[in-house]
């Protein structure tokens, strides 16, 4: 089982400039979700898909974060345009029907670090 | 809003005690509770998932319980060794995952 695979692992980049953040899940997994992990904030979820489909973008900061989910093996987070409060540990996790109620664990990626300089 | 808070913020033992994590919540009308441990550096790794109809669960020196009226679980670790050495999470079901600010133990040898 390959886990979780997210990419980069780093990111270092300037203010403004757009960056993308990529997650593979687990396969034969249905549901993936995004988080922010900070010290001031702890772990934040952002957003979460079902079967490819957004349920739940309440935690997303601002319209400059925006998430994608174009089939089951694929979702990217991308910023437009970054700033250096974005700058944080990036999670993808996903699980088997992970919608509320469901009964089985979340799995996580190592996560990307990302810094807005 | 939902909370979800974790005591003691940080724990150091010798190697060998056993120790007792806690998670607290603040509504009892939660579907499952899911304890992991972070590495620095590195994502987290599931350990335990409780189902709101359960009281506990065990996996190897680990034993998570659950009690939903109090708003608690706690997560009991045995023996400790220097590898259990991490931060520990809890999260929350409440409809989408809560988690604490975790607790970071050490284990010393």
């Known amino acids: 089982d390959a886990g979780v695979i997210q990419s980069p692992r780093h990111e270092v980049t300037e203010m403004g400039q757009e960056v993308t953040l990529r997650c593979k899940p687990i396969s034969g997994h249905n549901s993936l979700f995004w988080y922010r992990q900070t010290m001031m904030r702890g772990l934040e979820l952002l957003i979460y898909f079902n079967n490819n489909v957004p349920i739940d973008d309440s935690g997303m900061p601002e319209d400059r974060f925006s998430a994608k989910m174009p089939n089951a093996s694929f979702s990217t987070l991308k910023i437009q345009p970054s700033e250096p409060r974005d700058s944080a540990v990036y999670f993808c996790?996903?699980?088997?029907?992970?919608?509320?109620?469901?009964?089985?664990?979340?799995?996580f990626g190592d996560g990307t670090r990302l810094s807005i300089l | 809003k939902q909370e979800v808070t974790q005591i003691p913020a940080a724990l150091s033992v010798p190697e060998g005690e056993n120790l007792v994590l806690n998670c607290s919540f603040t509504d009892s009308a939660i579907y499952n509770l899911q304890w992991f441990r972070q590495d620095p550096g590195k994502g987290l790794t599931s350990l335990l998932l409780?189902?709101?109809?359960?009281r506990e669960q065990t996996s190897g020196r680990l034993n998570a319980s659950l009690d939903k009226s109090s708003g608690r679980s706690t997560l009991y670790i045995a023996a400790s060794q220097p590898g259990d050495s991490a931060t520990y999470l809890c999260?929350?079901?409440?409809?989408?995952?809560?988690f604490g600010s975790g607790t970071k133990l050490n284990v010393k040898p």
């Open positions: 999260a929350v079901n409440f409809n989408k995952f809560y």
């Open positions: 996790a996903s699980s088997f029907t992970g919608l509320p109620g469901g009964n089985q664990p979340q799995h």
């Open positions: 409780i189902q709101s109809s359960q």
